[in-house]
């Protein structure tokens, strides 16, 4: 399934979602939600599907913290490219909301800075897990 997202994002996406910049990183997420918005309004909930996993397997439990922001980042921006099609996708996901708790507190402690932002990436997450 990771294949099939890698297929979708393009390579130059994944390198600046796990950026050092947080600019890049919010730009990516922006790329990011242009191409679920696309992949949802096809019906494309496969695509979709692959592309959370992606985002979920190969960022957010990797122990580099740019890594893991990227990840947080990118899920919100699936979220919010979603709109009223989140809880659908994410549904099945409920599993993978809880795993991504311990990620996101330890990104929350690595800079008391960013708490804020993963406080509101936080939120937009786990309201779509239901």
Known sequence: MA???????PGAVL???SDKLH????????????IVKQLATAGEHEKISAV?????NDFTY?????HRKGGLIGLAAVTVGLTSEAAQH????????????PSI??????????????IARLYIILSSCG
């Open 3 to 9: 294949a099939d997202a890698l297929t979708i994002i």
């Open 15 to 17: 390198r600046n979602l």
């Open 23 to 34: 600019e890049k990183r919010k730009n990516t997420a922006l790329e990011i939600e242009r």
């Open 52 to 56: 959370i996993a992606l985002l979920t």
């Open 62 to 66: 990797l122990p580099q913290a740019n």
């Open 90 to 101: 994410l549904e099945d996901s409920t599993e993978a909301c809880n795993m991504l708790l």
């Open 105 to 118: 507190e330890i990104d929350m402690m690595d800079q008391e800075e960013i708490l804020m932002r993963n």
